[in-house]
Every structure is written in C-alpha cells, then in structure tokens.
C-alpha cells in the first residue's frame, strides 16, 4: 500500500485502542529486519510509554476501513521496558552485529539506564514536510518530557534506521565478517545523524535489495539492503533538528 499525497492526521501519542498497536508493530518488524527480538512485546512496550510519540496516519478514511499508520516516531528509555528478559535479548542481539572495536563501547551504552532508543519508522515515500513534523514533534516533547520525567532525561539516544549499500560499494570493497560496511541513507535526516553519531554500525538484510533511483542504470544493478545503529547524544540530537527540519522543508 503506498502512502496518499493527503491531508494527514497527525496524532501526538500512540494509543493501541485505535488500532495503532498493528500499524506500529508492521513498522517496527521492517526497521527491525535481522534482529532477533519480540517485535511485538518492543511495540507494546512503546504503545505503554507513549509520553514522547507521535503517529502519522490518513485522514480520509472511510468508515469500516482499516485506520494505516504511515508513520512513528518516539522516544523509549530502556528503563520503561518491564520485561528484562526480553530487553536482553533484543540488546544482545544488536551487540552480536557491532564488530569487536565497538562491542565495549555498546555494551555500556546498551546497559546504563541513561540510553533511549529514538524510533523513526515510516513509509520510505512520505512527505518530506510530514517527516519534518515528526522531528519537531519529538525535540518539543522531549525537552518537555526531561523536564517532568527523569526516565527521559537520558544521555544517549539508539537510532535503528534503513540504509543500502550500492552494487559498486559491494563489489570494490572486500571486508570481514565483522567489518563495519560502507552505507548510504535514503533520507537527509538520516545523513546528518550520522556525521554526528558517536558510534555507529550495520549489517546487511539479506531478502531486501533496493532498485536503483538512476534510472540510467540496468535494472540488474540493485542496491543492498542494511540496517544501522546510529548512537548519537541526546543534547546533539536536539541541536541538529532544526537543521533537518530546515533541509527535509526545503527539499519538499
């Protein structure tokens, strides 16, 4: 299903009881891709904190049809997860992809209670003016949040987000097992995240290749899927959004 030029409704907060809980979950299960985790205990834990969150969804939607979410953005301190089993296994999973330079690094971040994941999934076609939003949305509700709520008063920020590799990068560049690859990102956001990320690291997806945007090129010439962990600190977060609003409104 693609995503409709509009209008929108933007909703602040997740609330499962509109049906928010599958639209939620089939995002996380595409960014989440080569993760071993409960996909769907991850979604309920975010519907249950939904202090920092925003939904993006259709407004024109007629009675009896299914209510899509396009679009999630949120804020999750790992202390908010009740289940310590299963945030332990979605932690040691993301340690099993860093190579072994970052693996200590990771493994403090991952374990202080002062770390978050910022969520951002969405369709890979919406609106750059509707992505825009989403991060205004977050910087206002966060700082407000900091200020009420000490779980949200966290140092650094993990951000799961979709990246490829283009066929030539693959072809040129020869690496170990555990060596981090070369990415590309799709969206501007992304790129400015991760010039200021303190760590990063990817692996690749392997059922999802990406066709190539230069439509002079052969339709063989596919893109690989990844995904990649951007830790970036919570303050040079905050700094960078309105520059990423500023270049995602003036692209769209």
Same mark, same amino acid.
């Given at each position: ?8 409704? /933007?909703?602040? +907060?997740?609330?499962? *009881?509109? !049906?928010?809980? @599958?639209? #939620?979950? =089939?995002?996380?299960?595409? $960014? ?22 925003? /939904?993006?969804? +259709?407004?024109?939607? *007629?009675? !009896?049809?299914? @209510?899509? #979410?396009? =679009?999630?953005?949120?804020? $999750? ?38 770390? =978050? ?43 799961? =987000? ?91």
């Amino acid at each position: 299903m693609g995503v409709p030029s509009g209008p929108f409704l /933007v909703s602040s +907060g997740i609330n499962a *009881e509109y !049906g928010d809980w @599958d639209g #939620v979950r =089939a995002l996380l299960d595409g $960014l989440v891709k080569g993760l071993t985790l409960d996909v769907g205990n991850f979604s309920q834990t975010l519907i249950d904190n939904y202090k920092v969150g925003t /939904v993006i969804k +259709g407004a024109d939607i *007629e009675e !009896g049809e299914d @209510d899509p #979410v396009f =679009a999630v953005a949120s804020i $999750l301190p790992l202390s908010l997860f009740s289940d310590s089993a299963k945030l332990k296994q979605l932690t040691t999973s993301l340690l099993s992809k860093c190579d072994a330079d970052t693996t200590g690094d990771i493994d403090k971040i991952l374990s202080s209670p002062d770390t =978050a994941f910022l969520l951002n999934a969405k369709f890979n076609n919406l609106p750059l003016q509707i992505t825009a939003q989403l991060y205004k949305a977050l910087k206002m509700e966060l700082i407000t949040e900091r200020r009420e709520n000490a779980s949200y008063n966290v140092r650094n920020l993990i951000m799961l =987000a979709k990246s490829f590799q283009e066929p030539e990068q693959g072809r040129k560049v020869k690496r170990s097992k555990h060596a981090t690859p070369s990415v590309q990102y799709e969206g501007a956001d992304l790129s400015i995240l991760s010039e200021i990320a303190t760590h990063s690291f990817s692996w690749k997806v392997t059922d999802e290749t990406l066709a190539p945007m230069d439509t002079t090129k052969r339709a063989e010439e596919v893109s690989q899927g990844y995904r990649t962990v951007l830790v970036v600190s919570t303050d040079r977060f905050l700094k960078s959004v309105d520059k990423i609003v500023e270049i995602l409104s003036s692209d769209s």
